[in-house]
């Protein structure tokens, strides 16, 4: 049963994963669709083929979610519990064309079904739900405001002068690379969280050792997996993201990608599983509050807000009711 259970561990994380690519889609290619300087084919492409590379560069944040949310050995299908509260919530959040954070989907239903199944809240590591969970939850999306807010000020002090044209076909030009730096950083975070659920149930199985990392199979399998999601894209949220929330320009969409690149790679050095979907999207706020403040759709923006809050708890409850219904099942 060891052996099934694990396979469908993996079967679970590749859908996960896949789910993953195509809800968060919008956050690497939102601005670069909604500017026009990419077709939604193009940036689907580069955005796939970036994610993928991503997710092979770094493994600190598969490690933070292999090691470091609970401090025991959990079944394995208590692994599978979580995954399925995690995709529910992506599947419900896509459906109703909201940006939710599919990091926090993953961790707090983790959490959930580890403290049905161990009847304990000691076997969560709230250290690090509060160092690398937490308080990224909230310091993060701020970060991708301000420096959002600040790019664009600077910017729009800079081409003053500019004719708009002019300003219009260069940052055209140079949004394609910010779209890409962001594909890639999408791909280094977000991939890293279905590695460590893998490797955690790999631990779990008895066929790898908690020291000794993540293997390149495991890699290999989440990067392909998201990369297909990426490509299939995931366009209510794009429209959501990149329309709905604020009238973008080039010079503003290479803005919001820069500054939400420039943060995901400061959390995935830092090996916290931050959320994408909530950095690009506070970012995209910070660049229209620099035009103006009406300038931004605060009733959409609202809705995302509401979305990042309540992720994490309402997916403890989901984990929670997954490892109970696992369980029925498993004893």
Known sequence: MSMGMLVTVILLSVVFDFINGFHDTANSIATSVSTRVLTPRAATIMSATLNFVGALISAKVAETIASGIVTCVLPQYVIAAALCGAIVWNLITWYIALPSSSSHALIGSLVGATIIVTNSFKTVNWKNILDKV????????????????????????????????????????????????MAYS??????????????????????????????????????????????????????????????????????????????????????????????????????????????????????????????????????????????????
């Open 134 to 181: 937490i308080i990224p939850l909230f310091t993060s999306p701020v970060i991708g405001f301000v420096i959002g807010f600040f790019v664009m000020k600077l910017l729009y002090h800079i081409l003053r002068l500019a004719k708009q044209r002019f300003v219009n076909k260069f940052f055209s030009k140079l949004q394609i690379f910010s779209a890409a730096l």
């Open 186 to 331: 999408h791909g280094s975070n977000d991939a890293q969280k279905t590695m460590g659920i893998i490797a955690m149930a790999l631990v779990s199985g008895g066929y790898l050792k908690a020291q000794d990392g993540i293997p390149i199979w495991v890699k290999l399998i989440c990067a392909v997996s998201m990369a297909f999601g990426t490509s299939l894209g995931g366009w209510k949220i794009i429209k959501t993201v990149g329309m709905n929330m604020i009238k973008l320009q080039p010079v503003e969409g290479f803005a919001a990608e820069t500054s939400a690149a420039i943060v995901i790679q400061i959390m995935t050095a830092a090996g916290a599983p931050v959320s994408t979907t909530h950095v690009i999207s506070s970012s995209i706020m910070g660049v229209g509050s620099a035009k103006r403040l009406s300038a931004v759709n605060w009733s959409t923006a609202k809705n995302i807000i509401i979305a990042w809050v309540v992720t994490f708890p309402v997916t403890i409850l989901f984990g929670m009711g997954f490892a109970l219904l696992f369980r029925l099942f498993i004893h």
